[in-house]
């Protein structure tokens, strides 16, 4: 089989733009339309706009981030909680006290692990394939644990687990008994946030959310502790209604909103609260997303996380019979449109700003309870992922800097990076899985996939493209992109999708900028792409640095390097065929096979290899062009 070469073709660069055709056609037939209609650094988009077709994202509007419409005494009384006044007080100021229960038992539509859950009625609690002795466990938080099992322990999500695989006379006893560990363990509130992972706010609000969305698992037993555990439930929500301004994060604030809210539904007396929650969440949500409905911290894994938090609240709507308020659904109704745009032919996520490969059963079942019916995002900004479906064909792309400090959870220099997967198999992929380090991820690999290296896209001198700090920081770094997307006629009569990014990453250090342009034919069998290094000042410095393009490939790809080192064959599970190869050039570039890490749906660690061309290029600039084409 002859090897198709690039290096003799006409380099990307120079591609005419003349011609620009609209790639609505690349969206699947049949994909539902919209519900409605609708970071550092200026991110540049020249992006080719259907015609009468309003862009989700270009709907949102100060009108969205407004509280529920109140009456003149609604805002008093919303006034008066929130200067401290009793919502006892302000509900019944002549009644006599209201005995402390639950005012409606919530139905739960947000799926569980079945596997989670028989873990816990087993005796341990399984996080991404950890599984750790439910004994053992310190629920004052003295002892630290990994950071996802201190979310799952203290936010109380292992009851949705619980729930999803027994009934509630054969996962009470359990919940109970965990419970009365946590409240010995924890017995009050402390004074404020910060006295261990059991009273962050994010925890603590989603603990008080799912406590009241799941009472029957913990409230049916014994009387003693079904006391103790309304009066807790009482504290922690006056707790919050104090503290939820310290929150670490905008998506910790919202959860701490969002138990609020709960607890104004269904607490006695909860009208002031609900006013109060109401007008808080509201504007913490306005904080959270950009206009495309993207969560500023640009991770699936934020975004799931805030659909979640909505749909548990409405759930509590409905069980008091209340219609959601109209800005809440709104902001449900944008949050997902961003979520699928990140979905591969499998269904399942690709792995970006700390996220794993979450799988297809996941995000269905969590876009399902969302109620939602939308394509995915088309038109990003702050969210900054390019996403072109071509045929079986699916290429993501990031296009935008790395979150904002403020923001970022699991910081990662993913910049210019790519995924590609074809129907049911990915072809490249980022490592993923920070977020998961702690289960079967080391934690000592937490920063290390974070990595512009563990990323599909070219490091200069081992060097991140943006500085990855401790704690899911990001320091400096990529601080401007330009973007430019359009689709181009071919010869034979066909058309290609082309991206058109660049990032100054690398300028302050190296005096590079780098450019990546990508071309996807629209039958999805041929992706070409240019990696430029370009001067970043009028005078290229002198010398040279090392360069590195990484392609970490697919779990489920068999490679096999070419005898003349410029190639490699790809070979997937389906009987497909795909050839890599690189243009070369003077500056090198010859084609090697390492050993990578990719992080499946359950986040576990799965041994890999990855594609990589490497050299030596002049500061003065370079270009590496290569070639991914499916040959049969």
Excluded at 616 to 621: A, E, K, L, W, Y
Aim: proline share 7%; aromatic share 4%.
């Amino acid at each position: 089989m002859r090897n198709p070469d690039p290096s003799r073709a006409i380099p990307l660069s120079q591609v005419a733009e003349e011609g620009v055709v609209d790639d609505s056609a690349n969206e699947p037939e049949g994909a539902p339309r919209p519900a409605a209609p609708g970071h550092h650094g200026p991110v540049h988009h020249a992006e080719v706009i259907e015609p009468g077709h309003i862009e989700p994202g270009r709907a949102l509007a100060l009108v969205d981030f407004s509280p529920p419409a109140a009456s003149v005494g609604e805002k008093l009384i919303r006034m008066a909680y929130r200067m401290g006044v009793p919502g006892s007080m302000l509900s019944a100021p002549m009644g006599k006290k209201t005995r402390t229960r639950l005012l409606a038992t919530v139905n739960n539509t947000l799926p569980g692990s079945r596997a989670a859950g028989t873990a816990i009625r087993a005796g341990h609690f399984l996080v991404h394939g950890a599984k750790t002795p439910v004994a053992q466990v310190d629920y004052a938080g003295a002892q630290r644990v990994t950071p996802p099992l201190e979310k799952v322990v203290h936010s109380f999500s292992w009851l949705t687990d619980l729930e999803a695989c027994a009934p509630r006379e054969q996962g009470a006893p359990v919940a109970e008994r965990i419970l009365t560990a946590w409240l010995q363990a924890n017995p009050k509130p402390p004074g404020k946030p910060g006295k261990g992972p059991a009273w962050s706010v994010g925890n603590t609000g989603a603990r008080l959310a799912n406590w009241i969305a799941h009472a029957p698992l913990i409230l049916s037993g014994d009387k003693a502790l079904r006391l103790r555990t309304l009066a807790h439930i009482t504290a922690t929500a006056r707790w919050l209604d104090r503290h939820v301004g310290h929150a670490e994060d905008a998506l910790a604030e919202v959860a701490g909103w969002v138990g609020i809210v709960c607890a104004g539904l269904l607490l006695p007396d909860g009208r002031p609260r609900r006013l109060y929650g109401e007008a808080g969440l509201i504007k913490a949500l306005g904080e959270l997303m950009g206009d495309d409905g993207g969560v500023l911290a640009r991770s699936p894994l934020a975004q799931m996380e805030a659909i979640a938090l909505l749909v548990r609240l409405r759930n509590c709507y409905h069980a008091t019979r209340r219609d959601t308020p109209p800005s809440v659904e709104r902001v449900v109704e944008l949050l997902v449109p961003p979520l699928l745009a990140l979905t591969h032919g499998d269904g399942g996520l690709g792995s970006w700003q700390g996220g794993w490969a979450v799988s297809a059963d996941d995000v269905e079942g969590l876009v399902r309870a969302s109620g939602v019916r939308t394509r995915p995002l088309r038109d990003v900004r702050q969210w900054g992922y390019q996403r072109v479906v071509a045929q079986k064909s699916i290429l993501q792309f990031d296009a935008a800097p790395p979150p904002m400090p403020a923001h970022a959870r699991f910081g990662c220099a993913s910049t210019l990076a790519f995924e590609l997967s074809h129907g049911l198999h990915r072809l490249v992929v980022n490592c993923g899985g920070a977020a998961s380090g702690g289960g079967l991820v080391p934690i000592r690999l937490e920063q290390g996939l974070r990595a512009t290296a563990a990323h599909s896209t070219l490091t200069l001198d081992d060097a991140n493209s943006t500085a990855v700090l401790i704690g899911g920081m990001i320091g400096s770094g990529v601080t401007e992109i330009a973007i430019d997307r359009k689709t181009l006629p071919q010869d034979n009569g066909s058309a290609a999708t082309r991206l058109d990014g660049s990032h100054n990453g690398y300028a302050t250090r190296y005096g590079l900028t780098h450019q990546r342009i990508l071309l996807l034919r629209d039958d999805g069998t041929e992706l070409r792409g240019e990696d430029l290094l370009l001067p970043s000042g009028r005078k290229g410095k002198r010398g040279k640095v090392g360069f590195a393009i990484r392609f970490h490939l697919g779990p489920e790809v068999d490679v096999n390097l070419t005898a003349d080192g410029q190639g490699a064959g790809l070979s997937l599970p389906d009987g497909s065929y795909w050839q890599f190869r690189s243009g070369g050039g003077a500056e090198g570039g010859e084609v090697t096979v390492e050993d990578s890490l990719w992080v499946d749906g359950q986040g576990r660690p799965q041994a890999t290899q990855q594609l990589v061309i490497q050299g030596m290029v002049s500061r003065g600039g370079g270009t590496f062009g290569w070639l991914l084409k499916k040959m049969n």
